[in-house]
């Protein structure tokens, strides 16, 4: 019952126009930033960290312009309920799309990486209609079983197939000898009995899952990244392939998480408004 009347709600608000909810977004900026000052201390404690060389007027410029981002993103994704393909092929444009598809043409087993930049489920959405080879879409289940059902039926609306993390080798090993792609969010913050290695990255010491590599290791499979981000028009975006890895065997232990963690690293640094900042990276610690 729960999970009916969560899925009718979001009907019908994917139901308002686009230009409708970016005036709900604009208000929910002022909500967010100067009344109930949602997670501030969190994201300025993010951003005082990742980025110590500036300034605090800079530190307040780039938080601001993530406020007024944010609300888009929340409110963008509570359309995709309804949205209909050909609009999300219009909202999100692919760049390079070879990068991917070169690698299905040769019956290879794609390991796609994204973060949680700019509007990375618009990218969920767009490549489950890239090819009709399976793609599956890696996640940490929701605590919230109401919430995560609700949820994963919007994200696999065109195609993609949502696999929690615990069981991402076993839907391999059923497509081995088949192309498929497998999407990973690689800038979670784990938990420690699910990782043990740290990295720097924005500057910090960081927990960070190594299943790309493995699982890419295990695979012979490519590493691509998905770089999602955000046009200058509102609500459209872009999705740039990038090909990091061909050979994952030629690469030393750690080597392949490295270099895409550093890769996510560089695009946030050359905007980092749209980066998840209210999420808590670093809340866990070495242990002693």
Not at 61 to 67: D, W
Not at 121 to 140: M, Q, S
Not at 143 to 150: E, F, G, L, R
Not at 169 to 186: E, I, W
Request: net charge positive.
């Amino acid at each position: 019952m729960k999970q009916k009347a969560l899925a009718a709600l979001l009907y019908l608000f994917a139901l308002m126009p686009f230009w409708f909810i970016y005036m709900i977004s604009d208000v929910l900026y002022y909500v967010f930033y100067y009344i109930i000052r949602y997670r501030k201390n969190v994201v300025f404690d993010n951003l005082r960290n990742s980025f110590p060389e500036k300034s605090n007027e800079e530190i307040i410029k780039i938080a601001k312009k993530f406020y007024r981002f944010f609300p888009d993103m929340i409110l963008e994704c509570l359309k995709f309920k309804n949205i209909s393909l050909t609009e999300v092929k219009k909202r999100i444009t692919l760049v390079d799309e070879d990068e991917l598809t070169r690698h299905l043409n040769q019956n290879r087993t794609v390991i796609a990486v994204t973060a949680h930049y700019a509007n990375w489920e618009y990218g969920i959405h767009r490549l489950g209609a890239i090819t009709e080879a399976p793609t599956l879409i890696v996640y940490k289940p929701l605590n919230n079983k109401t919430i995560d059902n609700v949820y994963n039926q919007v994200r696999s609306r065109f195609g993609a197939i949502m696999v929690p993390m615990k069981q991402i080798v076993r839907h391999l090993a059923k497509l081995r000898g088949k192309p498929s792609v497998s999407v990973f969010v690689a800038d979670q913050a784990p938990l420690y009995s699910d990782a043990d290695y740290f990295l720097q990255f924005l500057n910090q010491e960081t927990l960070v899952y190594t299943g790309v590599e493995r699982i890419s290791k295990m695979t012979n499979g490519p590493v691509v990244f998905c770089h999602i981000g955000r046009k200058e028009k509102r609500g459209y975006y872009f999705c740039k392939f990038t090909t990091l890895i061909e050979d994952p065997s030629s690469y030393s232990d750690k080597e392949i998480t490295h270099i895409h963690n550093a890769f996510t690293e560089k695009i946030i640094r050359e905007e980092p408004q749209y980066w998840l900042w209210t999420h808590r990276r670093w809340k866990r610690k070495r242990r002693k």
